[in-house]
């Protein structure tokens, strides 16, 4: 290169060495390589050169070279930086927080608890049905509120978001026949939002087939259950009421902070139901109930708004810390 070339490589050199910062940096590349740098400088003055070509090539050299050169200072600037931000390991290190339960799937796994110490055994239903399943098996005929569309999600003609849990009550029964004895816990979907409903929400589906089996049981148990989830004695009451897929069908009050608190809805199950799945009538009897999730955890934790178990929020969950 030519001398004076390589003198102004040498120059450049110096003050990269004692470059220390970014901004120190970039003035010395517009020094050399800017507007009106040191290096463009003497591009201007091809023109006037013996061997223009031969200088443009000498130039071109040095633009490369100074380039590189200031390239290569720039990233050892970075990574000086990159050391002095380094992770300082003797700090000590930020607490992971676990995760807790819901308040839903505690009452779900509790209530089922409880259940399954009565030998209940625990069945998965699907969410997805048919009308035959959530409706026609359990005696509910065509004419029924509850199969009209602002009452049920309708994924088409033939499909739907059960509204119930009672529809794990047929397939249970088709599937393994007389006796039976399961809990049945899950989601449900029907059309209505406010503070008091939500168009998702959680039930749990009991349902005991046997011989002789009678009403005396159904109380016994509900009552016995009751004491059970509470962890008290609690007044309850069974009041006539109307399910078409038991006869008689009662639902169950419990007194609660001094008032009758309407918890769920059971019966004997219809003969038509049993007839549905084949279960011998003569034979077989039993009874069936329904609870409402929400409502029972609502209870127990004193919550106010159902709403508040969709929400997210955080210090609402944290609460449950700790329970299983
Ligand atoms: N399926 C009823 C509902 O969603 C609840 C219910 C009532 C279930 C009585 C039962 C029963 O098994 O016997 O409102």
Redesign the pocket.
Known sequence: MEPQYTSLVQILKEKLDTCKTENELLKIKADFLGKNGLITKEFANIRDALDKKYTGQQLNLLKTQAETLIKDSLSKILNSQIYDNAIDVSLPGRNISNGTRHPISLTINNISNIFRGYGFRIEQGNEIETEFYNFEALNIPPNHPARDMHDTFYIDTKKLLR????SV?IHSMMRTGAPIKIIAPGK?YRCDSDPTHSPMFH?L???YIDKEINFCHLKGILEKFIADYFQKRIETRFRPSY?P??EP?AELDIKFRGEWLEV????M?HDNVLKNVGINTKQYSG????LGIERFAMLKFDIRDLRSFYENDMSFLKQFRGLS
């Open positions: 509204t119930h849990t009672s009550q449900v039930q589906e009991g349902l399910f897929f038991t069908s769920l809805g059971c019966g199950v009874f069936a109930f329904g």
